[in-house]
Every structure is written in C-alpha cells, then in structure tokens.
C-alpha cells in the first residue's frame, strides 16, 4: 500500500516539535511530510529524519495534496482548516478542543477505543492531555470492577499550555534568582513561578472550569459510560513537562490494592512504579520524553466504599498529545481509513 503524504499544522508550537519527534522515532510512513504555522515562522526550516524541511504558511488549499493532517494549533485553525482539510478529502487528527464532543468525531485513545478509528466521517479528535491518563487508569480498573465515580486532583505542568507558557515560567524563575522582577504574566492570570493556579480553561455556570468539565465529558465519550461521575480540580503547577493526578474512584464492587495493582501491570501503556517504602513512585522528572502513564501510590481508599486511590503521572506533549493522535494515524493506515 502506498505511504500517506502528512502535514503538520502547528509543526514549531510545543505539541508539534514532539510530533516531529514521534513520527520519526515510531518510524511513521511517510510519502512526504508538510510543516506548517503561523505567518511568524514560514521560512523557517525544522529538522526531520536529516533533512532540514521549510515551514509553510497555514492555506486552506495546501490539503488537496494531503492524506493525513494532524493539526496542533489553534481552535480557530482546528475549526478552519479541520474543515478545509476534512472537505478536500484529507484525513484529519486534531488536538484541540474543538471537535472532542461532536458525535459524528470518533474521540480516540487507541489502548481503549482503538475500533471508534473505523467510524471516522473525516476528522478524529484525542483527548485532553489530562483526561487520557485518567481514561487508561479507568480501563484499566475495570477489568475488576466498574468505576462510579472519580475524584481528580491534577497538577498539570506550563507546557500543557503551549510553548509561550515555559518561556514564562523560565523568565519569571530566572528573574527571582536574579533578584529582580519578571515581566507582567501574559499567559496566566498571576505569576506561575513558585505558584499555583488552580484555574485552567474558562469559567462555567456551575463553577468549575473548563479543563475540570473536559475530564467528565471526555472520559465518558472514550469510556462509553455516560453514568461515570467525574469531579476534578485541575491546577496549574510551575512544572515544565507532565501533568500529575491524584485519583480517588470509586467501584461498584470491592476492589483490592493487589487487585489494582496487577490489572494496571497488565495493561498496554500503563507501567507500575509503586514502591513507596523505598520512595519509589512516579514524578514528572521521571517520566518526561516517556509514552507510557505511569502509577503509584495504589493503595484502598479510606473515604470511599469500594475505592482506590492513586497518583498518575503521564507526559502531556506526548501520551497527553503528539504520541497519541500519531498512534491514530496508525489506526488509521492499518484500517486503510485514509484513502480517498
Ligand atoms: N500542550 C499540550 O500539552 C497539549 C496537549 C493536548 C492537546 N493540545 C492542543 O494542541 C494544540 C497546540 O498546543 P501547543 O501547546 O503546541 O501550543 P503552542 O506551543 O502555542 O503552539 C501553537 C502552534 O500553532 C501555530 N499557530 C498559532 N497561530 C497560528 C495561525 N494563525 N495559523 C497557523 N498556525 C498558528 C503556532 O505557530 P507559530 O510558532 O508560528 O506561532 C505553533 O506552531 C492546541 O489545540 C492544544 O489545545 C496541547
């Protein structure tokens, strides 16, 4: 079968570097590879497999020629050229927020849902990069017993904003060792240096934040289990790389922690680090450049009936994001879903 021709749609920001990263490190098929961006960066060359490949202007029409965008941009962009893209026969995976909850978009983490790929009408969507861990964690739970319902602590890191929101966390850490003051926040509402911010996305009627109704309406639609009750607080931590979550669940049946314990061994994606006698548990230190969520602290709840609690660390650019709607595209190619 012949090889795809791809674009990337947003190749410079923090999600596409990694894209660029996973495509050649997952030896991804290629017939050829189309970087785009803002009007900023056209001209400007990124390296891929050796060769140095030039950014182009984000057009509407640049997707005739295309089999397979992955867009990771804007939600403008998203809505824009998803569409564009999907109306010239050009299969797209979008990372935004745009299409997530749209029926007709198959919203896919292929360890839990890899079939929904074969329902594409054109655009698939991942998740969140704070859902999707939490959505493997409950699949993988249950294979013992049905979660009810989720209460989510998250501590997410800057980039899961984008690339600006480093720089900003770095120039405001630099400029206190320094002694001095940083410029005025752009990205965030108050300084993110040695702060946290429990505030991400905007706000809703009931209080919650945006990124919070994310993770109940997302896992859900993966899950397939519209009754699951999810109720986060996400906030946002001067970490660089990885989010982190604190989980109690809830089951509809006793569950053990050894049970716990083995169905998350067992599971593609998920790896165990639950030695806490030895200080041995997961930190995004740990398990930033990795693809695999990974979980501690197993241990039988003490506030719940039948619950669990647990902390799951998992890398947003890439399990979160890029590794992801990469292994969509697989799912993809495998099903011949891309041609036209
Ligand atoms: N960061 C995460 O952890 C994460 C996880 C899951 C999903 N996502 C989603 O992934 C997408 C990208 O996020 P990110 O963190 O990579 O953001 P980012 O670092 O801010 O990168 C944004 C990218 O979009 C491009 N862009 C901005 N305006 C544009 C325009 N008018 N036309 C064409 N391209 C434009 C930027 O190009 P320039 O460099 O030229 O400005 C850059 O390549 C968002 O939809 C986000 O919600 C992010």
């Known amino acids: 079968m012949a090889h795809p021709r791809v674009a990337i749609v947003g190749a410079t920001g923090a999600v ?94 292929p360890e839990i849902n890899a079939g929904a790929v074969a329902e594409h009408k054109g655009i698939l969507s991942i998740p969140n990069c704070a859902t999707t861990p939490v959505a493997m ?25 984008g690339a600006a929101a480093l720089t900003e966390l770095e120039e405001q850490v630099q400029a206190s060792a320094a002694g001095g003051d940083a410029p005025p926040p752009e990205q965030y509402p108050h300084p ?29 639609k993966i899950l397939d289990d519209p009754d699951l009750a999810v ?11 990885c989010h982190s979550t604190a989980l109690n669940i809830e089951f509809d049946a006793p569950i053990g922690a050894q049970q716990a314990r083995a169905a998350l061994r067992g599971y593609a994606g ?39 609690a647990l902390w799951a660390v998992c890398d947003n650019l890439r399990k979160g994001a890029a590794t992801n709607a990469v292994q969509i595209a697989e799912e993809v190619i495998a099903r011949g879903a891309w041609l036209r």
């Open 137 to 161: 964690v409950l699949d993988a739970l249950r294979q013992v017993a049905r979660p009810r319902r989720v209460i989510a602590a998250t501590y997410q890191s800057v980039t899961g904003t």
């Open 16 to 109: 596409g570097a990694i894209a660029l990263d996973v495509l050649a490190q997952r030896n991804f098929p290629l017939a050829s590879l189309r970087l785009t961006a803002s009007p900023r960066s056209v001209g400007k060359r990124l390296p891929f497999n050796g060769e140095q490949i030039a950014v182009e202007a984000t057009q509407p029409g640049l997707f005739a020629d295309c089999d397979i965008a992955f867009i990771s941009a804007t939600d403008a962009i998203s809505r824009d050229i998803g569409a564009a893209a999907r109306a010239q026969g050009c299969v797209v995976v979008d990372d935004s927020g745009v299409w997530r909850m749209d029926a007709e978009v198959p919203l896919v983490v």
């Open 192 to 220: 993110i240096a040695f702060n946290l911010l429990p505030h991400i996305g905007s706000l809703q009627d009931n209080g919650y934040y945006s990124e919070e109704t994310k993770m109940l309406n997302e896992a859900r």
């Open 231 to 241: 109720s986060a607080t996400c906030v946002r931590v001067p970490v660089r790389l």
């Open 270 to 308: 998920v790896t165990v680090v639950d030695e806490p006698a030895n200080a041995g548990y997961p930190m995004p230190i740990d398990c930033a450049g990795r693809d695999d969520v990974f979980v501690g602290r197993i241990r039988e709840d003490t506030a719940l009936p039948n619950g669990i």
